[in-house]
């Protein structure tokens, strides 16, 4: 695990290095920061950004510009919860996901989320131990905010509908039904309290419309994610962030998996931004506080999330 942080963390510093001599101009910047009459003082446009990849809030990126944010997730799943005497297949996972969000107007942004899996799965019965990778199902979406705190409202509101597109892997090693068109929705809010307190929060759901790998159908997948960061300077700041989901049990063949569960984790993150590069290097560590699972289930007691985030600008 060491190994792979330190390859990640090399990784973000380099292409911090290239991102030098890129920054653009500072009013590109403000742009990020919502406006508050009667405040002087504003924190950074990149200053208390969510650390963890399923939160988005309610602002999106300005018109003209372009935000990329790398997110690396490790999770070790060793830990076999609801046990009732029987045991479950545990494995090291690395999950990295890319979010490009570029502003078309004021008020809408388009995203698009390729994402990629690697998956260190033990020995069990009879089954060796293996290595699997390979990409996931990539996500497109469009947001919409009737409510901009950066244009002057009292808080920022973005709607989101997307769909998920087959891009997942097939064969028998390859993750359960993947590979399918799913739809997403999301609805979020982003409140800045300048120029220390942000909160971001969302709520929303993934549904499947297909049978994917293995003859395999997911289910309904609902979420709800939270941040709270207070900013000490426009370098650094620091938080706690939550996720909670919900998924429905699956069905293979037409017959019910049974595997519906229930996982919330909570944990601390903080923020280093990198103002003259347009840059930010984010952290987190989560803990579980909730896992309700309706068959034997390998989970992680810890979870390791890190986020490398550029805005740029022609």
Not at 32 to 39: I, L
Not at 98 to 104: F, H, I, P, S, V
Request: proline residues 6%.
């Amino acid at each position: 695990m060491c190994e792979r942080l330190q390859k990640l963390l090399f990784c973000g510093l380099f292409v911090s290095s290239l991102a030098g001599g890129q920054a653009f101009a500072a009013d590109a910047t403000s742009q990020t920061a919502p406006a508050q009459p009667g405040k002087t003082e504003k924190m950074g446009g990149m200053s208390g950004t969510p650390v963890n990849s399923a939160i988005s809030g309610g602002a999106i990126v300005p018109k003209g510009l372009l935000l990329s944010a790398l997110n690396f997730s490790y999770r070790d799943k060793d830990d076999i919860v609801d046990n009732a005497g029987a045991g479950a297949r545990t494995s090291e996972q690395e999950l990295y996901i890319l979010k490009l969000r570029y502003g078309m107007a004021d008020r809408f942004e388009l995203a698009f989320v390729p994402g990629y899996i690697s998956n260190h799965r033990d020995a069990y019965g009879r089954a060796r131990a293996d290595h699997l990778e390979g990409p996931t199902d990539f996500a497109l979406a469009g947001t919409y905010t009737p409510f901009s705190q950066r244009l002057g409202d009292p808080y920022s509101l973005a709607l989101t509908l997307g769909v998920n597109m087959p891009t997942g892997q097939e064969g028998p090693d390859r993750p359960l039904g993947g590979d399918v068109w799913s739809y997403n929705a999301k609805v979020g809010v982003t409140k800045v309290w300048h120029p220390n307190h942000r909160i971001d929060w969302d709520l929303g759901f993934v549904q499947p419309t297909e049978t994917g790998n293995q003859g395999v159908k997911k289910d309904t997948v609902t979420t709800m994610t939270g941040s709270y960061h207070y900013v000490f300077t426009p370098h650094f700041d620091i938080g706690a962030e939550f996720t909670l989901e919900n998924g429905q049990a699956w069905e293979k063949n037409g017959a019910d998996m049974k595997n519906g569960c229930t996982e919330m984790y909570v944990g601390p993150v903080a923020n280093f931004v990198m103002p003259q590069w347009n840059m930010w290097l984010g952290a987190g560590l989560f803990f579980p506080v909730i896992r309700d699972y309706d068959v034997p289930t390998a989970s992680d007691d810890i979870r390791v999330e890190i986020k490398l985030g550029k805005i740029w600008s022609w």
